[in-house]
């Protein structure tokens, strides 16, 4: 069982950062994949990045690559998503997700997600 906490949503400018923090009860969180999700309004929930259960391997949605860089640290149970340059469209609710399986977390495939926290960017 895994229970997921995400935190450091909230209001920006468009070009600005925020850095989103997902913690995981899992005493095995180290050999989970983390990964973190987003819905914008009347939007399917869609992939925004990944990463493999020891940090060696990271994946990202075309739409985020090059402005956002998932992290994790394994000691303290805790995966990161550094967003820069924010755009109005990054505006949705943000779900972190873990899963044994890289292949399914990547898919959403798996039962174990957070309550989603809200990043909103104004132009």
């Known amino acids: 069982q895994v229970q997921l906490i995400e935190s450091g949503g909230g209001l920006v400018q468009a070009g600005g950062s925020l850095r989103l923090s997902c913690a995981a009860s899992?005493?095995?969180?180290?050999?989970?994949?983390m990964g973190w999700f987003r819905q914008a309004p009347g939007k399917e929930r869609e992939f925004v990045a990944a990463?493999?259960?020891?940090?060696?391997?990271?994946y990202y949605a075309d739409s985020v690559k090059g402005r956002f860089t998932i992290s994790r640290d394994n000691a303290l149970n805790t995966v990161y998503l550094q967003m820069n340059s924010l755009k109005p469209e990054d505006t949705a609710v943000y779900y972190c997700?873990?899963?044994?399986?890289?292949?399914?977390?990547?898919?959403?495939?798996?039962?174990?997600w957070g309550q989603g926290t809200q990043v909103t960017v104004s132009s």
């Open positions: 990463i493999s259960w020891r940090g060696g391997s990271t």
């Open positions: 899992a005493r095995t969180f180290s050999t989970y994949a």
């Open positions: 997700n873990a899963e044994e399986s890289l292949t399914r977390l990547r898919l959403g495939q798996t039962p174990y």
